[in-house]
């Protein structure tokens, strides 16, 4: 958008001096006559009287000495608005035969049909700007061969049409805007003969067609912008020499071939930007004869190979960002040896000031003459493959850095216990890192530190005091897997940041934190102590109530030791959106005030020794995504309102006393995926309705909230949610894949009948599990509509019949679990049923393999249905892939950060994400 800013800037930089000259009577008419025929609510043209001289009205200039009019800019727009001038008509100006510059931008131009028409009517015209008209159709011009147009401005309409081929066919054409017109479809073929034409600037149209090749043959270009513009296909290898071209941005589109050579002659280029495209292939080491170079942007595309040694090379270049490709190989090939870098060591070798690097395939270490480039203020290297050691010379005189992101390393930082760095960052991310076993006593020095991430970085012991006070002015604190000890003092927020609002994120997980549970200010976001040892204090935690409200939406204090009852005081609490207090020893009910909490999408409060019924009260809690009660003491009936939390994914009330029948209104969960309501004591039928979760028939929901992943941190990837999962005869725990699971699990409760039928048609379920029941009936014979299940456990119950053949297409099954029940006849042969374990069959009066009892009879073989074929659908692919490698775990993220995209601009790159968003 700063194509926008810049047009408004200019607008307002053009200042017409009324320079002597007395206006001519005619031209005078010809004005005044506009000025009547013009809507001008906001009074643009006050200053347009008959009695003044008109080359003294605002907008027009006269010729010095003829005193003609030759320029009339007549501003249409301020910076916030329009002020609604309209013109409809073009007669007037056919008495002002010298104009040679004509600026409407801002006029309503929408009725002025035959506007191109302007362009035949002054024969001295070189320069019309009609930007931001509402012009919505470009109608064709003939006959402009005397025309002596140079620059055409068309930016900000709505066109809505091809750019049609007359508007190239000035042969004295030097700059053409089109930024924001709307313009859709192939460009005009050519070629045209354009021999003084410079500069195109066409950013955020929709062509949704490819470059045309003729636009890189002019060799006289020297500032292309086709950013945003739907382009397609392949970077035309041009024969144009481009030695003129400045500044070239063909960004976010979807360009895909490799970079083509022509680039690398632009000896002038200053500006590079070619990010969001799907480029591919190598960049040759000649990129860094373009010593003009200021600044390349290259991110978010598919190039691969060794780093250009640019950096001491392009002596220029400030701004340099590859993130987001495959490069490979030694991250230290990017600095150039410095030997050809006057002058050597004066730190002056080099205008770096932005190095991006992140989400890459790179190895190795930084060079220690990473440590002379005193301009670098941000770098960005995470989420590559780097190891190695840092001392302090790698930070020697990097006396401006403020940025330095480099988490998802096994970098090891290995300095002085009294470094004094020189530098005074805001942001240090350096996340699983090797900074241990000592507390990096450094930090102290940073006293403008507002993002820090030392978590998983082997530090132990306890946290000094003074790092308590720091942390009051910290926005983003992230200390989780350490092994960090000793209690956590009450958080202060200094006075300084106390007003500047925004997010507040305390991320403490995973360590040996014990003790008191600390208060926090009310401004804190988001707060994840989970996995410490503290055991007290919750009480007073949640209901020493300050007069504010706390904004905290984030609460994470999951496996700890709290053994109290959880208090009645969730009012005080408003925001709060998860809630996770599982695996604790909390005792006694779950509160009424629950309930209060209207935003609340995740609720965790499982392996505890909670009792009672559920409260009526969380009926309110309409947003709820995930319940999850696992392993307590919790009885009474499933209660029918559980149909109203209609956005519900997760329902996992396994392992407690819960009775009484399954009631249909459960049914109306229509985005449930994951229902476990395992080990309890129902009885009953399983309701015919289970069809009506649809979630289980789609297999996902698609969208939530803008995000596929149910995910609640302000910075992406931060805080996911996650889910125990009973499948294939074993909990697991997901995270990152869990929106694409699906799950019923009802087993080891005391339903009876028949197994319904309408189950068949929840053709995305990928784990059933009836086990343990008094079901009776028989299998569903269109049991393989089911396709996608992967685990199937109806064990346990007293099923009758054959085992329908139609079982052996289920090409994704896995896990198979028949036993016990009253099943007959044989087992269907297929390649798949036979590999189970016996132990799936026995307990019934089955026979064939893998069971050792032969059937009496020669079993009519029948045709072997087909492997079904390959799902080529992606994301089934992609899940079963992953779903293989997924034993249980933490946090499992590292495997798919590889492979899919909007996952990689997780939790690493958060900052660099807010960062590039404060930047463009
Ligand atoms: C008129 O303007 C031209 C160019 O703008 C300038 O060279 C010339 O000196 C001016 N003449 C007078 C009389 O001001
Ligand atoms: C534009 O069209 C209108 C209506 O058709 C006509 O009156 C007017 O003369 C035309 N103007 C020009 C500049 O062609
Ligand atoms: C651009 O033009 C196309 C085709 O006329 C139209 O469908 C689309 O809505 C326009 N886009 C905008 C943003 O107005
Ligand atoms: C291109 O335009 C230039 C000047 O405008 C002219 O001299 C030249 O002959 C033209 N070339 C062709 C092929 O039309
Ligand atoms: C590049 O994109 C074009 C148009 O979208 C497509 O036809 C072509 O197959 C793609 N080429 C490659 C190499 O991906
Ligand atoms: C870049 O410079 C090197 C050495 O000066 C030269 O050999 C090479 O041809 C140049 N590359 C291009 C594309 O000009
Ligand atoms: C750091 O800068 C100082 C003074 O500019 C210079 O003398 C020294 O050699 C530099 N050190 C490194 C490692 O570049």
Not at 677 to 700: D, K, Q
Not at 871 to 898: C, H, K, Q, R, T
Not at 906 to 915: N, P, S
């Amino acid at each position: 958008m700063r194509g926008l800013y810049y047009i408004v800037l200019v607008l307002f930089t053009i200042k017409f001096c009324s320079c002597s000259g007395i206006c001519k009577e005619n031209e005078k008419t010809a004005l005044l006559r506009l000025k009547k025929e013009a809507n001008d609510p906001t009074n643009v043209l006050s200053s347009w009287v008959d009695k003044e001289d008109c080359c003294n009205w605002e907008g027009v200039l006269c010729h010095n000495v003829t005193g003609s009019v030759i320029e009339l800019s007549i501003n249409g727009w301020d910076w916030s608005e329009l002020k609604g001038l309209k013109i409809d008509d073009f007669q007037w100006l056919s008495s002002l035969e010298n104009l040679d510059s004509l600026d409407m931008s801002g006029v309503d131009l929408s009725e002025a049909t035959n506007w191109t028409e302007v362009i035949n009517m002054l024969p001295s015209l070189v320069s019309l700007r009609f930007s931001n008209c509402s012009l919505h159709s470009i109608p064709p011009l003939f006959d402009h061969n005397s025309s002596v147009l140079e620059n055409l401005d068309l930016s900000l309409n709505n066109f809505g049409s091809p750019i049609p081929g007359w508007v190239f066919s000035f042969g004295s054409l030097v700059s053409l805007e089109f930024t924001g017109s709307n313009f859709t479809g192939s460009f005009p073929e050519g070629p045209f003969n354009l021999t003084s034409f410079t500069t195109l600037r066409a950013s955020s149209n929709s062509f949704g067609s490819v470059l045309p090749q003729w636009l890189f043959d002019l060799s006289n270009l020297e500032y292309l912008d086709l950013s945003f513009s739907g382009l397609e296909g392949p970077i035309p290898n041009g024969v144009g020499d481009f030695t003129k071209l400045t500044y070239l941005s063909l960004a976010s589109n979807n360009l895909n071939s490799t970079i083509p050579n022509w680039l690398y002659g632009c000896k002038n280029l200053e500006t590079l930007v070619m990010k969001d495209n799907s480029l591919e292939g190598t960049v040759s080491d000649s990129i860094s004869n373009l010593t003009s170079l200021t600044s390349i942007d290259m991110s978010e595309n598919f190039l691969s190979g060794k780093l250009s040694s640019v950096i001491g090379k392009l002596w220029k270049l400030e701004d340099l960002d590859l993130s987001e490709n495959r490069f490979e190989g030694e991250v230290s090939e990017i600095f150039n040896t410095m030997n050809d870098c006057p002058p050597i060591g004066s730190g002056n070798c080099s205008s770096l000031r932005t190095l991006r690097l992140n989400d890459n395939k790179l190895i190795g270490n930084l060079p220690k003459s990473f440590g002379q480039f005193s301009n670098l203020q941000f770098c960005f290297i995470s989420n590559n493959r780097l190891e190695g050691v840092l001392t302090e010379e790698h930070f020697t005189n990097l006396t401006n850095l403020k940025f330095f992101s480099a988490s998802k390393s096994n970098l090891t930082l290995r300095v002085s216990s009294d470094w004094i760095p020189s530098f005074q960052a805001s942001d240090i991310v350096m996340g699983g890192w090797r900074l241990g076993p000592d507390f990096p006593l450094w930090i102290q020095t940073q006293q403008s530190i507002m993002n820090l991430d030392i978590s998983n970085a082997g530090i132990v012991g306890e946290v000094p005091t003074w790092f308590w006070n720091l942390s009051s002015q910290i926005r983003f604190l992230n200390m989780s897997h350490n092994q960090l000890i000793g209690e956590i003092p009450t958080f202060s927020i200094s006075d300084s940041s106390m007003g500047s609002g925004g997010p507040w994120l305390i991320y403490l997980s995973s360590n040996n934190f014990s003790g008191l549970l600390p208060h926090i200010p009310t401004m804190v976001t988001e707060l994840d102590l989970s996995d410490n040892t503290f055991s007290e204090g919750l009480t007073s935690f949640l209901c020493d109530k300050k007069n504010e409200s706390y904004m905290l939406e984030i609460l994470h204090l999951g496996g700890n030791r709290f053994s109290e009852e959880i208090p009645d005081c969730w009012m005080n609490w408003p925001e709060l959106r998860v809630v996770n207090l599982g695996e604790n020893k909390l005792t006694g009910g779950i509160p009424r005030s629950i309930g209060v909490l209207s935003n609340l999408k995740s609720l965790d409060l499982k392996r505890n020794k909670l009792s009672g019924p559920l409260p009526s009260s969380l009926n309110n809690c309409t947003r709820l995504w995930k319940i999850d009660m696992n392993e307590n003491e919790l009885d009474g009936n499933l209660p029918p309102w559980f149909g109203t939390l209609s956005k519900l994914i997760i329902l996992s009330l396994r392992s407690n006393k819960f009775d009484g029948e399954l009631a249909p209104e459960l049914c109306q969960l229509n985005d449930l995926q994951i229902l476990d309501l395992a080990n309890n004591n129902l009885f009953g039928a399983i309701p015919r309705c289970v069809n009506n979760f649809t979630a289980m028939v789609n297999g996902r929901k698609e969208i939530r909230d803008g995000d596929d992943e149910m995910d609640y941190s302000y910075y992406v990837g931060v805080f996911r949610e996650s889910a125990r999962v009973a499948t294939k005869g074993n909990m697991y725990q997901y995270d990152t894949i869990l929106s694409l699971f699906t799950s019923m699990d009802l087993s080891n409760n005391n339903l009876s009948g028949n197994i319904p039928m309408s189950l068949t048609r929840l053709v995305g379920l990928r784990s059933l599990n009836f086990s343990h029941n008094q079901l009776t009936s028989s299998i569903p014979r269109d049991i393989d509509k089911m396709n996608v299940l992967e685990s199937l456990d109806i064990s346990n119950n007293q099923l009758s019949g054959e085992i329908p053949q139609s079982i052996s297409s289920l090409s994704s099954l896995s896990y198979l679990n028949v036993s016990h029940n009253n099943l007959s006849g044989q087992i269907p042969v297929s390649t798949q049923l036979q590999s189970f374990s016996p132990f799936s069959f026995t307990g019934n009066k089955l026979c064939g393999l893998p069971l050792v009892e032969r059937c009496s009879k020669n079993p009519k073989v029948e045709n072997e249905e087909e492997e079904e074929e390959e799902d080529d659908n992606e994301v089934e692919w992609f899940y079963v892939s992953m779903a293989i490698g997924f034993i249980v775990a933490f946090w499992g993220v590292s495997a798919p950060l590889l492979f899919i995209r909007p996952w990689r601009h997780a939790y690493y790159r958060f900052l660099d994400r807010t960062w590039k968003s404060w930047h463009t």
